[in-house]
């Protein structure tokens, strides 16, 4: 659904303020159709282990997002007669109901729309679900965005997991899972050993600095109140269900559209990548065997650059990419992030000494990938136009291109009222909290 110029009406009702929007607006909540999740396959993970006594009532954060729709389904279908799964999901702009609604009618799974942010809504979740177990996947995630918008990772991820930490030791939680990142060890030269768990963190992005202080605020409560707490940090996960603003289903959707896939910088840096299902299995290996206290990585050797990643979705497209002229004909290099890790690197011995390794090699899961989003990757989430651009803009659930946010008027510019009086947005704002009487 895109949307036009849209009054807005004050608090007081006195004026409108006409805000020139020109972008698209994503409904995660609205966009739900009966075509799309009946006939997606409903793709979970394979282990299953004996149950824990302690944990019965699990709420799972961000569960109408990527990673973590793939672990609700995989807790709700697989122990059934055990954990009762509550989804608990703000609804941004990357979440969908498509993602799990196919659980609707299960007697152990309940979807509540909160915000993490809101100390309010986790107590009344908290309480309503009797919940003695979190995974706490919600973040803001997508590193371009950080660099734009940073003040709203910090909110999300660190204030976030704050107020999920603070009401989990008023309520009394079992067990805790901190869900973070790879990123918060920050660049790994190429040739360096693989680090370990006890390695230092050394952020060097907007999104990666907010989950390592989320972590700060973990170890925090693990410390001062001995709060049950494992933290997890992952390298990149992709598969089906993944919101196409990261590298892999944005190029899988721009080759369906037949168009160019857009690269950041020279293409050369390489991430480490862990298939959907194979994460989640992980998970439930972690949250069965795990040991209260601990970190684990969770670690994968498909160690693959941006450009390796343009040639093997090339191949699988069946398009001519070997020859420097044809791999040009589909491939743009635009402007790198102000600043890009070269690669990460992580040891996960000590996950693996739980008994778990990956089990889909990255050919094999890319072109289940592929296939999934040629059947759903245009209808999933609403009009994806502009998340395709090379650096959309976010704001909620309204989505610009670059080009698009730049032309828009800022903050310290006139807007135009019903009256057509000319209002900045200082004069608006003290309007607003006079009640009308400015």
Known sequence: MSAVESPELLPNGAHYVKRRRDSTILNPKSYVTAELWKQAPVLKGSTKFEPLPESRNILITGGAGFIACWFVRHLTLTYPDHYNIVSFDKLDYCASLNNTRILDGCPNFTFEQGDITSPSDVKKCLRKHKIDTIFHFAAQSHVDLSFGNSYQFTNTNVYGTHVLLERAREHGIARFIHISTDEVYGDVPIGAADLSETSLLAPTNPYSASKAAAEMMVSAYRSSFKLPLITVRSNNVYGPHQFPEKIIPKFIMLLQRKSKLLVHGDGSPTRRYVYAGDIVDALDTIFHKGTIG???????????????????????????????????????????RPFNDQRYATDGAKLAALGWQPKTSFEEGLQSTVKWYQRFGEVWWGDISRVLTPFPVVEGTEIWTKEEHDALPSDEETALGENDSLWTTKALNNLQASGGTV
């Open 294 to 336: 601990q970190i684990y990585n969770i670690a994968s050797k498909d160690e693959i650059s941006n450009t390796d990643i343009c040639h093997r979705l090339l191949e699988i497209f069946g398009l001519p990419h070997k020859s420097p002229q044809d791999f040009l004909k589909w491939v743009q290099h635009t402007e790198d």
